[in-house]
């Protein structure tokens, strides 16, 4: 199993450019998250979803949206980067879509804005 | 929401040491504390967790301590060694709750 992955690992882009973040889990479950990390604030919840076909805001989900395209696939899109958005994102899945739940991580992309 | 608080943001320590990381929460609400390891360049990754309905909890050189009353639990890793060194997380939610926050991680760096 490759667990979580996300592509694509490292990505430039200029103020005002949309771009898609893509993440794929191949462990069956049922919940999946975007996080963004900033240096000196750990990691920070920007939407979940906890079954295919829905999806909630967590605590920064200003300037993003996200798409739950089916059971193994969250997508998260910038439609207009700003320089804040410079950041390492991390997509993550756990089996249960209650939460309270392991969740596994992917290897991160790393984004800037310039 | 939820507020986790973690300390030290840094800590250093000598090969066999203890080294120990605390951090408090606010939600009385939380009962699923968990703690993650990010190497560098890589995923946090679950090391330990602990549930509000025990007081401790051990893996081998890792134990969770919970103490609900004060809300507030810790990280304890003995007998250090350099493959310790790493950042590490604290996290709280409630159950039933997918929103889990994070502490703002402490850098472990174990010394040879």
């Known amino acids: 199993n490759a667990g979580v992955t996300q592509t694509p690992k490292f990505q430039v882009l200029k103020t005002g450019q949309s771009m898609t973040l893509q993440c794929a889990q191949d462990?069956?479950?049922?919940?999946m998250y975007w996080y963004r990390q900033d240096p000196g604030m750990g990691l920070r919840l920007i939407y979940y979803?906890?079954?295919?076909?829905?999806?909630d805001k967590g605590e920064v989900p200003n300037g993003y949206n996200v798409s739950r395209l089916n059971k193994r696939e969250f997508s998260l899109r910038l439609e207009s980067a700003a320089p804040s958005q410079t950041s390492v994102y991390f997509c993550?899945?756990?089996?249960?879509?209650?939460?309270?739940?392991?969740?596994?991580f992917g290897p991160g992309t790393r984004l800037t804005v310039l | 929401g939820e507020n986790v608080e973690q300390h030290p943001s840094t800590l250093s320590v000598q090969e066999g040491d203890s080294a120990v990381i605390k951090c408090t929460y606010s939600?009385?609400?939380?009962?699923?504390f968990p703690w993650y390891k990010q190497e560098l360049g890589k995923g946090p990754q679950l090391i330990i967790d602990?549930?509000?309905?025990?007081g401790e909890k051990k893996d081998q050189r890792i134990a969770v301590t919970l103490n609900k009353t004060a809300k507030h639990f810790s990280l304890h890793i003995t007998e250090t060694q350099p493959e310790d060194s790493a950042v590490y997380f604290c996290?709280?939610?409630?159950?039933?709750?997918?929103?889990?926050?994070f502490g703002a991680g402490t850098r472990l760096t174990v010394k040879p």
């Open positions: 939600d009385s609400a939380s009962n699923y």
């Open positions: 996290a709280a939610t409630p159950y039933n709750n997918n929103d889990m926050r």
């Open positions: 979803s906890a079954s295919e076909g829905t999806t």
């Open positions: 602990i549930r509000s309905n025990v």
């Open positions: 993550a899945s756990s089996p249960r879509g209650t939460g309270g739940d392991t969740q596994y």
């Open positions: 462990m069956n479950h049922n919940s």
